[in-house]
């Protein structure tokens, strides 16, 4: 069984430092880290890119355990999103309740074991020439575990949702990733100015790109790609063997909110991954009807405010 980054320890010691309390299950064929969360109707539990399991039995033992889990915890539902898809006979033959996905449940991967002139040679030809030139042009690119130096992502996070009209990531909780192990921060800087700068996550033998983003004023220099390519160099280099661009949608519509940037993903070369999508299983099911009409009223509520 291979688990997702976000059923790691690793992940977990992030999760303590939110003062989000985990229980970690172990059983036949499968493993579930699973966060405590809270709602106005209860408690539940969820699975991020969780429960791993080494087939559909042990899949239904996994259910079986967090339920017992939940049970202890006076949770009404649990929330999975396993990283193997499920076949609508299954979901249906465990009871569980498509929702709205929380991670994304397709992601797009690049096979990092190539040499990197091959690399290089299947990204786009454009992209590839301004990271080769960047040194000639006043532009260098660092590394940062100083936990102080979030607020430059942030920052440029902020500047771009005011721009294009989305709630950026809370500084707190990338500033708690960056006093992890497994995250570093790395910045673009034209004449020692900060005009790029992403969070990337690294674990066992993959470099997740979690968060990024560049100061449009700078965009003719595409300091955003400058940095995604050496990032994927350097996570080869560091003897990684997948780089993981975190969510990508399989629409081929151009109006789709993530098509703009699943074409951007994909100019790097790379394949398709399907994950199964976040799912519920009820265990009240007038407290999760609730719950439901409570979320629907808020996603609601959050586009009339946008």
Known sequence: MNSHFLQSPAWETYE???NHHTFRLEG???????????????????CPYGPTF??????????????????EQHAFFIRLEPTTPLTPTLIQKLHLKKSHDLDPAHTWMLDLTPSEADLLKNMESRKVRYWRNYPKRNISIRQSHDPAEITILTNLLEALGDKDNF?????????????????????????????????IYDYKNTRYYAHAAA????????????????????????????????????????NH???????????FGGYQVDYAGTYDLPL???????????RKLNRFKRKLSH
């Open 167 to 199: 709630i950026p990531q809370n500084r707190q909780h990338l500033e708690n990733q960056l006093k992890c192990d497994f995250a570093t921060l790395y910045i673009v800087e034209l004449d020692q100015q900060p005009i790029a700068a992403a969070l």
């Open 16 to 18: 303590h430092l939110e």
């Open 54 to 71: 080494a087939d559909e039995s042990s899949l239904e033992n996994s259910l079986l355990a967090l339920t017992e889990l939940a049970k």
């Open 257 to 267: 909110p993530w098509y703009g940037f699943t074409q951007y993903k994909k100019s």
């Open 215 to 254: 100061d449009a004023t700078h965009r003719k220099i595409v300091p955003g790609t400058i940095l995604l390519i050496q990032m994927i160099l350097d996570a080869k280099q560091s003897g990684k063997t997948i780089f993981d661009f975190w969510g990508m949608t399989p629409s081929t519509d151009p």
């Open 28 to 46: 036949d064929g499968f493993s579930a880290m699973t966060i405590l969360e809270s709602t106005p109707f209860g408690n539940y539990l969820f």
């Open 284 to 294: 009240s099911p007038t407290k999760y009807q609730l719950y439901k009409a409570l």
